[in-house]
């Protein structure tokens, strides 16, 4: 099967077509890297107490989690900046995707089964980011 072209040319310019596969990656991405903003930065405001209470972690282990987070978003922002540094989204998606793992993991083992429902899709999303960008 041929490719099809997907640049139109018009009198004033070339305005090229892009698949809706790739404004869904991008959609995707801005709206996982603002969940991991608001994520990772409530983890910086919160008292040490609440942020410790109902969890068996630290509070400077759930602190790192926190910069992973905001590190891995602007490494999923920085992507849609421009093209230079759009091979940042691979590496960072895969490192969120290890985060939800685990946060997948400990929601099914201190909250139980649906809780857990959450982390796990947002791990899937940004499985798919990581497998399908360039």
């Known amino acids: 099967m041929a490719a099809l072209n997907t640049t139109r040319t018009l009198t004033l ?3 090229t077509r892009r698949p809706l596969k790739t ?3 991008w959609t995707t991405q801005g709206l996982l890297a603002a969940l991991f903003v608001f994520a990772g930065s409530a983890k910086f405001t919160m008292p040490p107490e609440m942020l410790t209470a109902g969890t068996p972690f ?3 282990f759930i602190y ?3 910069a992973f987070e905001v590190l891995g978003a602007l490494g999923l922002l ?3 900046a421009g093209r230079r540094v759009g091979q ?3 590496p960072a998606a895969a490192g969120l995707v290890v985060i939800m793992i685990g946060a997948t993991v400990t929601t099914l083992l201190t909250a139980g089964g649906l809780g857990a ?3 796990a899709t947002v791990g899937l999303l940004l499985t798919w980011l990581a497998t399908t960008r360039r």
């Open 13 to 15: 310019g070339t305005i």
């Open 23 to 25: 404004y869904a990656r």
């Open 117 to 119: 429902l959450f982390p």
């Open 58 to 60: 630290s509070a400077s």
């Open 64 to 66: 790192a989690i926190g």
């Open 88 to 90: 940042l989204a691979r």
């Open 78 to 80: 920085a992507s849609i």
